[in-house]
């Protein structure tokens, strides 16, 4: 299950490639390598992904782990993530700055014990009521991108503040136990482009 939940999320990666999506004006690609602190994906992160309609919607591919330190267990994770940017970058002296990119974060977690579909053996129908091993997550955040900076122009910095629909449907049921610090997610990152 796991194998086919991968090779799903890379093709679909590769088959949301247009040919005419990226301007003829910038001298790089219209991919990307990205390494993300935190952000639900895991503590550590990598990704690749590709820029789309001239620079206004990104996917990516993320690849995360979770040490057993923080985490209580090994976890590895995969994400999918589709942002779009809806308006021009702000110019603020050498730097771009982004101030909206808003998307979303399909994440996976690898392990047995992490399901999809309850286990009819081990749960009550219902017990849990979300799956545990697949996630949605709604992002919003904003980039800076080194555009004017000499030998920084490929790297931008981004950050992003995110929330599964399971927690946020959990806060609206019951907004006296849950705070919005415990339903939202910090995630700094490091973009690259090739």
């Given at each position: 299950?796991?194998?086919?939940?991968?090779?799903?999320?890379?093709?679909?990666?590769?088959?949301?490639?247009?040919?005419?999506?990226?301007?003829?004006?910038?001298?790089?690609?219209?991919?990307?390598?990205?390494?993300?602190?935190?952000?639900?994906?895991?503590?550590?992160?990598?990704?690749?992904?590709?820029?789309?309609?001239?620079?206004?919607?990104?996917?990516?591919?993320?690849?995360?782990?979770?040490?057993?330190?923080?985490?209580?267990?090994?976890?590895?994770?995969?994400?999918?993530?589709?942002?779009?940017?809806?308006?021009?970058?702000?110019?603020?002296?050498?730097?771009?700055?982004?101030?909206?990119?808003?998307?979303?974060?399909?994440?996976?977690?690898?392990?047995?014990?992490?399901?999809?579909?309850?286990?009819?053996?081990?749960?009550?129908?219902?017990?849990?009521?979300?799956?545990?091993?697949?996630?949605?997550?709604?992002?919003?955040?904003?980039?800076?991108?080194?555009?004017?900076?000499?030998?920084?122009q490929r790297f931008?910095?981004?950050?992003?503040?995110?929330?599964?629909?399971?927690?946020?449907?959990?806060?609206?049921q019951n907004p006296?136990?849950?705070?919005?610090?415990?339903?939202?997610?910090?995630?700094?990152?490091?973009?690259?482009?090739l």
């Open positions: 299950m796991e194998r086919i939940f991968v090779i799903a999320l890379v093709s679909l990666l590769l088959l949301l490639s247009p040919q005419a999506s990226h301007s003829q004006e910038t001298p790089f690609s219209p991919y990307h390598a990205k390494v993300q602190y935190a952000g639900s994906i895991g503590f550590a992160s990598v990704g690749i992904g590709r820029s789309f309609f001239h620079e206004k919607l990104e996917t990516d591919l993320f690849i995360g782990y979770l040490p057993e330190k923080i985490g209580g267990d090994h976890i590895w994770t995969a994400a999918l993530k589709a942002t779009a940017i809806p308006f021009k970058a702000i110019p603020v002296r050498s730097l771009d700055w982004q101030p909206l990119r808003t998307g979303l974060q399909l994440g996976y977690t690898f392990g047995e014990q992490y399901f999809i579909v309850e286990p009819r053996d081990k749960y009550e129908r219902g017990y849990y009521g979300f799956p545990t091993a697949l996630h949605l997550f709604l992002t919003l955040g904003g980039q800076v991108d080194f555009t004017r900076v000499e030998k920084l931008g910095l981004y950050y992003e503040v995110n929330s599964s629909a399971e927690y946020l449907i959990s806060y609206i006296k136990y849950l705070s919005p610090g415990k339903i939202f997610n910090l995630a700094l990152g490091v973009r690259l482009r």
